[in-house]
């Protein structure tokens, strides 16, 4: 079955760095754009990152731009969100995405704290 899994979320301190992961399987990870996805208590699920299938095309908000990098390595079937400079407002859980023109699918999100 499908699944995407993602791991190193964590408490950091303002200013810190954590390293995101997504793993695939159970579907041609290769063919999928993927995207990341943050969701803090109270508000909507915001978009943070995208990354083309092939890897070649990122997009970011200007929340991020500059300090989140998403990358790939479709030989592992997994997705990196590299955070750094991280602020008390980037807390949230994070949650990555695959999708086609035709399928979603959904992770079950990793806590990421920022606090001292």
Not at 48 to 62: L, W
Not at 82 to 110: H, N
């Amino acid at each position: 079955q499908v699944q995407l899994v993602e791991s190193g979320g964590g408490l950091v301190q303002p200013g810190g760095s954590l390293r995101l992961s997504c793993a695939g399987s159970g579907f041609a990870f290769s063919s999928y754009a993927m995207q990341w996805y943050r969701q803090a208590p109270g508000q909507q699920r915001e978009l943070v990152a995208h990354i083309s299938s092939a890897g070649g095309s990122t997009n970011y908000p200007d929340s991020v731009k500059g300090r989140f990098t998403i990358s790939r390595d479709n030989a592992k079937n997994t997705m990196y969100l590299q955070m750094s400079s991280l602020k008390p407002e980037d807390t949230a859980v994070y949650y990555c995405s695959a999708i086609t023109a035709q399928t979603r699918f959904w992770g079950q999100g990793t806590q990421v704290t920022v606090s001292s």
